[in-house]
């Protein structure tokens, strides 16, 4: 089959589109024939080799996280699903930038009916992301008040809708040209982080969901109230997460140490911070099918790229000015 792959780390030049061989399934795996898939900053940061310490991958290496198709083959255990079904997911072992990909059960659900493969690819990502940070993490409640960083990214343009269906008031940050869009977004208050500081026109926040890390991270402690909590998907791992790894016990012991001073910065002020790194999940998925189906939450699609341009694709992601999400048609 067709596959974007990587033979060694390194930059989106070694990435290689070229034949490699079909994944097998074992009794709790779908084959799936993929018919979009998008892109995430992850993809990047895999190729780069950002995670090769503490989670290693083998070459070739298929890239890709996302992927929506159809049910081609199921394993002995697999009931829920069947040939022929359109179903969508993050990937769990093999990559979606490929005619076909396996998938444990676990990780997979039904498309939403109301919308297209390529709409569908969009989400898995940055969908249970926005879920396992907000809902699960924070645990966001109606009117509370909670501060999205890049509400105009992959992964804010979800956040800000979620946050908005669990009755939130939503705070985002995006530049000049993508206010507009954010607001109609659902977004009630936007800030253009390029001309205006965040932490000087929000306070007493309960919920910060950070996806810059960094000042943005730090600066974000002083939106938050007493008890507030602060969620990170791009700041420094904590113990949860080193526990959370397949790794030895040095680097668990380690990596929590990379989180000291935002974790004592935050302690001071009764905030808690959590960093998250999501994971594959086919229940939230499946109400995140919902949700698009009732049309509380609209996926966001900046550009869609046919497969073979899939190095352009990268390089667009790679300006980190992508509008929503940038998707592959995986079909010929
Ligand atoms: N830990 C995890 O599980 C996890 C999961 C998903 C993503 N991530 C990470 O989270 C980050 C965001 O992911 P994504 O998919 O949303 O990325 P993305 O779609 O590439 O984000 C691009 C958007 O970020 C905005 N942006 C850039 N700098 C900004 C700033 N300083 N303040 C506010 N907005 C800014 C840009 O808007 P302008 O053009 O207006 O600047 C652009 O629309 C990435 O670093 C990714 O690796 C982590």
New binding site residues.
């Given amino acids: 089959m067709k596959a974007a792959y990587i033979s060694r780390y390194g930059n989106i030049d070694d990435v290689k589109l070229d034949e490699q061989s079909k994944p097998l399934i074992t009794e709790n795996d779908v084959l799936v024939k993929i018919h979009a898939a998008s892109i ?3 993809d990047l ?1 895999v190729l780069e080799g950002e995670f090769k310490v503490i989670q290693p991958v083998k070459f070739p290496f298929i890239l890709g996280n996302d992927f929506a198709g159809t049910v081609v083959q199921v394993g002995a255990n697999v009931k829920q699903f069947k040939a022929g079904d359109e179903v969508y997911a993050k990937t769990d072992q093999n990559g979606a930038f490929a005619e076909y990909t396996v998938v444990h059960q676990s990780s997979l659900a039904l498309k939403p009916q109301n919308i297209s493969m390529e709409l569908a690819a969009s989400l898995p ?2 969908s249970l ?1 926005a879920w396992q940070a907000l809902v699960e993490i924070a645990k966001v409640q109606a009117g509370q008040k909670v501060l999205i ?8 343009s979800i956040a800000i809708q979620l946050a908005k269906y669990l009755g939130a008031t939503v705070a985002t ?3 000049t ?2 206010m507009d869009w954010v607001k109609d977004l659902g977004a009630d208050i936007v800030i253009d ?2 001309n205006t500081d965040f932490e000087e026109q929000l306070k007493e926040y309960d919920v910060v969901f950070d ?3 960094g000042k ?1 991270l730090e600066k974000s402690l002083s939106v938050l109230k007493r008890g507030g909590c602060i969620v990170s ?2 700041g420094p791992p904590d113990q949860a997460f080193a526990e959370s790894l397949n790794t030895n016990w040095l680097l668990k012991k380690i990596i929590p140490l990379l989180s000291w001073s935002i974790r004592h910065k935050a302690k001071k002020r009764e905030i808690k911070y959590s ?4 994971k594959p999940n086919g229940q939230q998925l499946a109400q995140i099918s919902q949700l698009v189906e009732a049309g509380t939450i609209k996926p966001v699609i900046d550009t869609t790229y046919e497969f073979s341009r899939v190095k352009e694709a990268l390089k667009y ?1 790679n300006t ?6 940038v998707v592959l048609n995986m079909l010929p």
């Fill in positions: 995430n900053p992850l940061r990502l940055v992301t960083h890049a509400g105009s990214g992959g992964v804010g940050t995006t530049s040209k993508n982080y390029k996806t810059q890390g943005t998907i791009s960093f998250m790194f999501m992601v980190g000015r992508s509008k929503g999400k």
